[in-house]
Every structure is written in C-alpha cells, then in structure tokens.
C-alpha cells in the first residue's frame, strides 16, 4: 500500500495487470471513497449558505460551478414571468440533471424573493476525476422549452475545467 502512495506511477501499473471485472469494481471503490470523503468534509450549511448570497447574478439565473475543498458547488434557478414563461439554468452531471444524479450529496431550494416565481437551488457534489458536467441556460415560451447556450466541464487532476461552449439556436433544435 504504501508503494502505491509514494509512487502513482505503481497504482497505474497495477490497474493494467487486473482483469476488468476487478478495475470496474475498483472504480466504483474509488467512486464511493470520494463520495464518503466529500459528505464527511467541510461546512455544507455555511457552503451553501454563501452560495446563495455570491453565486445568482442580477438576473436571478446561477453563476458557473465550482470546487471548494472536496465538493462542487453548483447553483441553479428557474426565474417565472408567469405560468408559461420562465428563464433557467441548471447543472446536469454525466448527462443526468444533477437532482437525479446518485452522485448529489446534498441540494437546499428557496423560493425567489421579488415579483417574478421561481427559486434557486444550490447543490453539492464530490470531486470525481473525469466528471463532466453542463451548465444549461434555457427558456420556456407558451409551454415550449428551449435550449440557449451550454458550458461543458471536465474534472481534471482536481479542477474544473471548462471544456466548450455552445449556443443553441431554433434552428438547430430541429
């Protein structure tokens, strides 16, 4: 064990001498470690706390995710004019919206103070290396909702890295 500590480079060689039913159930290990490790670590209370105070632009919609310690903080919101129009912006993790992911550790909602509906929520998700997440900016008109523009991520080494951007328009959605 303590070769693989001292030395990355064995754990590397090691993981090309197991069979694949023995790395995939390694990953999964590792996986649940990081989990464990992120729920265990820092004040999650005052995170998000101050994610609610920093993270939301005047707009109303969330800011971009980022790492503090072992988590991500990833603040999301929808903004209602009324029932059928509203702008939003939300995270989705391995191509999962992250209320649905088995990777959340914990996600606080609060209703929208002002005259237009809708909330912010702020979630929080362990540093997983390979993780992608999109930020997603969309918008709803007469009951039809529609993609605007996606900044794609990458957890690499510990950071998050911004991988592409994209705008969606009408005319691609097609």
Request: glycine share 8%; net charge negative; with cysteine.
């Amino acid at each position: 064990m303590r070769h693989l500590t001292d030395d990355p480079d064995a754990a590397v060689e090691l993981a090309a001498r197991l069979d694949v039913d023995t790395i995939a159930h390694l990953a999964a290990a590792l996986r649940d470690e990081m989990r464990r490790r992120a729920i265990s670590s820092g004040d999650h209370d005052a995170m998000i706390d101050e994610a609610f105070e920093q993270a939301f632009g005047r707009d109303g919609l969330g800011g971009p995710p980022w790492i503090e310690g072992q988590l991500i903080i990833c603040p999301g919101s929808i903004v209602a004019k009324n029932r059928s129009s509203h702008r939003c912006r939300f995270v989705s993790v391995d191509d999962v919206w992250i209320w649905d992911s088995i990777d959340l550790v914990r996600e606080e909602k609060r209703s929208h103070p002002g005259r237009e509906d809708g909330f912010k929520a702020v979630a929080l998700l362990p540093v997983v290396e390979g993780m992608s997440l999109d930020l997603v900016t969309g918008r709803a008109r007469g009951g039809q909702h529609s993609v605007e523009h996606v900044v794609s991520y990458e957890v690499r080494s510990g950071d998050l890295v911004e991988v592409s951007q994209r705008t969606v328009s009408a005319r691609n959605m097609q």
